[in-house]
């Protein structure tokens, strides 16, 4: 990706720059010590804000897996923050290996999902799972400074994840409409504007800057902002919602009665048992 800062910037902290990718976001456009001001507090809103809820309220059965994902998300906001405003190597790797491990946590959510609780039906899986953390961490490392490696490897391990969770919901009999419907909400919410929103901003950040650096166009608290604000946003609803359609799983199979309700004008999903009624054995 190629950009022409069209406002005069001041001189960056953090240069030289050694992450192997630079964002569409004019670089320290409103202050010398962040360099994408937007993209950062996108970050931690987008992201880590919504792995903390996600902790707090989107963990029903009160799993661990659940935990581990959601704590996942958390750390991929802090770090996608952190490389934001650094442009830094270092914290490249924040942001994109926790991407990878989250996949993993929902990996091990679908494999177990239909699985009595205290009787894992692959007991082995977790340690599987750590050497197969280990192992893409190595390999992330080695070809760190391509970025396109990362995003094929990113994009096929969330398209088979994706995949893994429909099937749970769509071909499984008695499956509520719950989980399906805040499953295909995150589908569109990720494929239909949050994606399109990300590769525009890559491939057009020429155009997008003539508009987001615009001063009589955009106000002072916006200037300078590009669609991949939206591309944070989005991604970190597709991930919880993803969580959250599997915990609708998990409850059923369980045989714990739940309900689900909306907040911010019916888009955010919660999903809550109901007091008093007890988990059935499986």
């Known amino acids: 990706m190629t950009k022409a800062n069209t406002v005069e910037t001041t001189a960056g902290y953090w240069e030289p720059h050694t992450s192997s990718i630079d964002f569409c976001e004019t670089n320290y ?4 010590y962040i360099a994408e001001i937007h993209n950062v507090w996108s970050s931690i809103i987008g992201l880590s804000a919504v792995g903390l809820f996600g902790l707090l309220k989107g963990n029903p059965t009160k799993e661990i897996r659940y935990t581990m994902l959601y704590l996942s998300l958390f750390v991929i906001g802090i770090g996608s923050a952190c490389l934001h ?9 924040a942001d994109e290996l926790p991407m990878l491990y989250l996949i993993i946590c929902l990996w091990y959510c ?11 039906a692959n007991p082995h899986f977790p340690v599987l799972m750590v050497i197969f953390a280990a192992v893409n961490t190595v390999i992330y490392y080695a ?19 994706a ?18 419907r805040i499953f295909c909400t995150g589908m569109i919410v990720y494929l239909g504007i949050s ?46 919602s993803l969580g959250l359609s599997n915990s609708c799983c998990r409850l059923e199979v369980l045989g ?25 054995s499986v």
């Open 29 to 32: 456009l409103h202050s010398n």
């Open 85 to 93: 405003g650094a442009l830094h190597w270092v914290y490249q790797s």
């Open 110 to 120: 679908i494999s177990e999902c239909e699985s009595p609780r205290g009787h894992p």
């Open 143 to 161: 070809f760190q400074n391509i970025y396109l490696v990362f995003i094929a490897t990113f994009s096929t391990s969330a398209i088979v994840t």
């Open 163 to 180: 995949v893994g969770i429909a099937e749970l919901l769509f071909f499984r009999e008695g499956r509520g409409s719950a989980g399906k």
């Open 195 to 240: 994606t399109p929103f990300w590769i525009f901003d890559m491939l057009a950040c020429n155009r997008v800057l003539e508009v987001a650096d615009n001063a009589s166009i955009m106000p002072w608290w916006a200037l300078g902002m590009t669609p991949h604000v939206i591309w944070h946003l989005g991604a970190g609803f597709a991930a919880y």
């Open 256 to 280: 714990i009665p739940y309900d689900v309700s909306y907040t911010l004008g019916g888009i955010w999903p919660i999903v809550r048992t109901r007091e008093g009624e007890k988990e059935k």
